[in-house]
Nanobody, 111 residues
């Protein structure tokens, strides 16, 4: 069965860090780019970062210089390292691979 699944969310204080993971099940990840998005209640889904098949990374202005997107094709996984987190980063984070979405993982930044 083909699907993707995120993990690694949680509650963190402002200024803290989290590392999100996304695993690709049933297909070889190295053929596909990985997109990370986030969504908050009442807001549109927002693009966060992308890593392409050549390991080139792209970031939205809101997370540039704070987040780092990586991939491990051998493990069929993608990662989003989030540093210097702010309350406005609070959202459900989703990854997209092979035009498939995971269920998302909740990130809450609060003191």
């Amino acid at each position: 069965q083909l699907n993707v699944a995120e993990s690694g969310g949680g509650l963190v204080q402002p200024g803290g860090s989290l590392r999100l993971s996304c695993v690709a099940n049933g297909f070889a990840l190295h053929y596909y780019a990985i997109g990370w998005f986030r969504q908050s209640p009442g807001k549109q889904r927002e693009w966060v970062a992308t890593i392409d098949t050549d390991d080139r990374a792209y970031y939205s202005d809101s997370v540039k210089d704070r987040f780092i997107v990586t991939r491990d094709n051998g493990k069929n996984m993608g990662f989003l390292q989030m540093n210097t987190l702010k309350p406005e980063d609070t959202a459900t984070y989703l990854c997209n691979m092979h035009d498939m979405w995971g269920q998302g993982t909740q990130v809450t930044v609060s003191s």
